[in-house]
């Protein structure tokens, strides 16, 4: 995102290109379908999303609403993070703002903005106010001179809140609604969480309404040239690739190393011990107190030596295909964050390179 110069120094969003093409497609054309963007965690989703938002033309009016800000547990928490309040404002003096004229897409990162009165009217008990209905309406009317665009951040968030029904439910059908049937809002729904992009994949309201797009980790490409714009040399570029691979979040720690004229070195080899730390804790945690997940209201235990043997498969392999691995161990694996289940692609593997390190150490000494 654009900082501005108030940071010594600051590292730029960096490449993208192929991810960036394939979205501003999706914004050229009439929304058809849903957009679930996914992929590991910090693999830099949001990041894309956000920068991307600063580019475009002022056709476009962009609501961002993240789910992970607030802790979401009952229906007025959700209404509260969907919408922002301008108080004692007229409804159509706010969407006539939103559409005034201006040089760049207006983009509201916090929340679709409303008056306190409907809001109010969305909270009361009871009430018959459906904010869904509401929204349609509203999006209907800034389509009739832009373009709108929400982006739901962290969708999973909400993938388990029950009220009258599940909410996801309904979101997904409104969603349906914006794009397949009135073409009036595009729409882009991101999680990392991939069991939560699982089950959206093999939801049958959504078979054919929606597309993937995977916002993966760097590939080695793509990393060195990150690095060598930090001035990275071309053999610290090999050994990082090699140590701890092109998840950016990985990455902009060791530039900032740099930058502040610490030992890279040093701070590759306690990211890894850190994480091999972590993971082996997990498995410890196992062995000694069990564990379970639990699919359509019914508990499965976890066995220690399965979670062994899956995680052997990564001995020789960086991905093994979704067929080889057990549903349960896998779901386990991807729950505390160790694998990453790529669902349209059907591969498993390690949430990074460094974990994939890590897990092989690991297995070297048990
Ligand atoms: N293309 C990029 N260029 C430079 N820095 C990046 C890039 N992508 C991500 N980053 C940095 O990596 C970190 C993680 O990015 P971000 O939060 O966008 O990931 P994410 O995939 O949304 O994470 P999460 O899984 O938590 O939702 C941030 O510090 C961000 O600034
Ligand atoms: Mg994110």
Redesign the pocket.
Known sequence: MNTTKKFEYD?E????EKEKQEILNVLRAKPQLINFIY?P????????ITSLIEELPETYVVFYVNLRRKSITKYEDFIRVLFSVEKNKDIKDIIKGLIAKVEKAIYTSQGIPINDSLLDGFLKKDSREDPLEFLENYFKEISKTKIPILIIDELQMIGDLEINGKLIQRLFNFFIGLTKELHICHVFALS?DSLFIEKVYAEAILKDRCRYLL?DNFDEETTKKFLKKHNFSGKEQENICKDIGGK??HL?RIIDVQNRGGDVITEIGAMSENRKKEIKDTLRKLRRFGSEVVFDNIHYKIDYNDVLSTLKMFNERDKISAGEIDEVIKMYLVKNNILFAECANETIKPQSKLDLLAIREILKEI
Request: charged share 10%; aromatic share 10%.
């Open positions: 590292i969003f960096f490449n993208r992929g965690i910090n693999s830099g989703k949001t990041t894309l990392s916002i950016p979040a902009i």
